[in-house]
């Protein structure tokens, strides 16, 4: 025997866990506009090719004024450590590789 039922198609949103731990990781480390760390696979469309002799592929990730992130990949020196960055630092990073269009999106402190 079998009944009959009616059921619902509920859309469930789609969490990008990469953007879920990056705004976990600044709601835990306020004031800061920065922050350092490790590409998850897949993250950006293109592959990011050879990073160079002792570097490393990392992404540098922004505050925006409007609580959006923006996702930079950068190559540096492989013993730079990712907790190690401070914002000063990583801001002259983004001044260097950043576009016009991300540097205007940028949280001021």
């Known amino acids: 025997m079998v009944r009959n039922l009616k059921g619902k198609l509920v859309a469930t949103p789609v969490v990008d ?25 897949l993250e950006f469309k293109e592959p990011l090719g050879d990073p160079g002799d002792g570097f490393s592929w990392r992404v540098l990730v922004a505050r925006t004024v409007d609580g959006g992130r923006l996702r930079l990949p950068v190559s540096l020196a492989w013993d730079l450590h990712n907790d190690h960055a401070k914002d000063q630092h990583l801001q002259v990073i983004f001044d260097q590789v950043a576009p016009a269009k991300a540097k205007a999106l940028l949280a001021k402190a």
Not at 17 to 41: N, Q, S, Y
């Open 17 to 41: 866990p990469i953007a879920a731990a990056d705004d976990a990781w600044f709601k835990g480390h306020e004031g800061r506009l920065f922050r350092l760390r490790d590409p998850a696979p």
